[in-house]
Antibody, heavy 124, light 107 residues
Framework: QVQLQESGPGLVKPSQTLSLTCTVS??????????WSWIRQPPGKGLEWIGY???????YYNPSLKSRVTISVDTSKNQFSLKLSSVTAADTAVYYC????????????????WGQGTLVTVSS | SSELTQDPAVSVALGQTVRITCQGD??????ASWYQQKPGQAPVLVIY???NRPSGIPDRFSGSSSGNTASLTITGAQAEDEADYYC??????????FGGGTKLTVL
């Protein structure tokens, strides 16, 4: 059973770059037709897509974050990573890594499983 | 960009049936997926595709869709179903979006 675990600094200063890594266990990140995803949730608010990297290497980024986001994969370590530049207090959130899949002729897109999430606070 | 609209809060009496809805133009073409999130926990997938439940999700959870509205129905709501529920879908441009979430209270 695939499990995901986020890691990285819990505190980032404004204007700096937020960097998180997701370690995948119980399965290979390079096998299968999956979208390795990052999703965030500000305290007390709803879920927001950041983006994903497809097993082929192609990426999708939320248009509202696209200029600041990079998602990459390290297959040798079975990890994928998120970098979000020029952070502000508005980027304070719980960051989740997750595996997504499409089906039904790509009419469906669903996220399962999720990591436990990691809180990142942007503050000086 | 696409947008999915959910009622902020819904309540249901213990053992009764509740429907949580999600509205958006993209739902005319794409299926919604539904997630349950309890306080302090990561979301859990409960419904995907036309009406599919992952292993371990009780069969009291079901999904349906009509026009621009997707629905999550809980038949015989239990106390442990009290949670936030989010829908998600994609649009024709490949953009992914979550609904704003519905807080379900079981009375």
């Amino acid at each position: 059973q695939v499990q995901l675990q986020e890691s990285g600094p819990g505190l980032v200063k404004p204007s700096q770059t937020l960097s998180l890594t997701c370690t995948v266990s119980g399965g290979s990140i390079s096998s299968g037709d999956y979208y390795w995803s990052w999703i965030r949730q500000p305290p007390g608010k709803g879920l927001e897509w950041i983006g994903y990297i497809y097993y082929s290497g192609s990426t999708y980024y939320n248009p509202s974050l696209k200029s600041r986001v990079t998602i990459s994969v390290d297959t040798s370590k079975n990890q994928f990573s998120l970098k979000l530049s020029s952070v502000t207090a508005a980027d304070t959130a719980v960051y989740y890594c997750a595996r997504a899949n499409s089906g039904f002729g790509e009419l469906a897109f669903y996220v399962d499983p999720w990591g436990q999430g990691t809180l990142v606070t942007v503050s000086s | 960009s696409s947008e999915l609209t959910q009622d902020p809060a819904v309540s249901v009496a213990l053992g009764q049936t509740v429907r949580i809805t999600c509205q958006g133009d993209s739902l005319r073409s794409y299926y919604a997926s539904w997630y349950q999130q309890k306080p302090g926990q990561a979301p859990v997938l409960v419904i995907y595709g036309k009406n599919n439940r992952p292993s371990g999700i009780p069969d009291r959870f079901s999904g349906s869709s009509s026009g621009n509205t997707a629905s999550l129905t809980i038949t015989g709501a239990q106390a442990e179903d009290e949670a936030d529920y989010y829908c998600n879908s994609r649009d024709s441009s490949g953009n992914q979006v979550f609904g704003g979430g519905t807080k379900l209270t079981v009375l």
